[in-house]
T-cell receptor
Framework: AQTVTQSQPEMSVQEAETVTLSCTYD???????LFWYKQPPSRQMILVIRQEAYKQQNATENRFSVNFQKAAKSFSLKISDSQLGDTAMYFC?????????????FGKGTRLHILP | GAGVSQSPSNKVTEKGKDVELRCDPISGHTALYWYRQSLGQGLEFLIYFQGNSAPDKSGLPSDRFSAERTGGSVSTLTIQRTQQEDSAVYLC?????????????FGAGSRLTVL
């Protein structure tokens, strides 16, 4: 069974700093998707960024980028120039294969506080 | 609808009562997921519906939990004989796997409190 591990339960950084959230996963699959979702205090989950395992290039979305290390099964999220609105729970997620019938598994999350 | 709608947003019940939580996914989304989020915990997978395929029920914690999806659209998660440990936020999400993106759109969740 696939597992997703987020080793940092909680982090705090000053506004405008760069922060990296770690995620590791365990799978025997070669093709899969990885995701980072954000859950602000409003509780509404939002997709931050997505990576296909067959792509070597790291995904980037504005201030958000990932460091995907397939051999190490690592998928960290970097937030540059952090803003107060980045305060949220961040969840790493995994979906095996490219099959339509694959479920998505989440880690336990990292609570990120951006301090003014 | 424009988004995933869940009801009720909050539910307080007494131990031993049955509860039903409803999820109305985005129109046309064939995949529907239920997750449970307990205080300070991550998202625990409960059940997954995809089109006409048999649902993946591997995450349901006990036989007190069941879910159905009627007509490939609305889904109901039923918890029978509720226990205090069932208190959590129940999140529903839908997606359109055929699009290749497999991006989940979540509802705002139903917060269940069992007294």
């Amino acid at each position: 069974a696939q597992t997703v591990t987020q080793s940092q339960p909680e982090m705090s950084v000053q506004e405008a700093e760069t922060v990296t959230l770690s995620c590791t996963y365990d799978t025997s699959e070669s093709n899969y998707y990885l995701f980072w979702y954000k859950q602000p205090p409003s509780r509404q989950m939002i997709l931050v960024i997505r990576q296909e395992a067959y792509k070597q290039q790291n995904a980037t979305e504005n201030r958000f980028s990932v460091n995907f290390q397939k051999a190490a099964k690592s998928f960290s999220l970097k937030i540059s120039d952090s803003q107060l609105g980045d305060t949220a729970m961040y969840f790493c997620a995994f979906m095996k294969g490219m099959n339509r019938d694959d479920k998505i598994i989440f880690g336990k999350g990292t609570r990120l506080h951006i301090l003014p | 609808g424009a988004g995933v709608s869940q009801s009720p947003s909050n539910k307080v019940t007494e131990k031993g009562k049955d509860v039903e939580l409803r999820c109305d996914p985005i129109s046309g989304h064939t995949a529907l997921y239920w997750y449970r989020q307990s205080l300070g915990q991550g998202l625990e997978f409960l059940i997954y519906f995809q089109g006409n395929s048999a649902p993946d029920k591997s995450g349901l914690p006990s036989d007190r939990f069941s879910a159905e999806r009627t007509g490939g659209s609305v889904s109901t998660l039923t918890i029978q004989r509720t226990q205090q440990e069932d208190s959590a936020v129940y999140l529903c999400a839908s997606s359109l796997p055929q699009s290749g993106a497999n991006v989940l759109t979540f509802g705002a969740g139903s917060r269940l409190t069992v007294l």
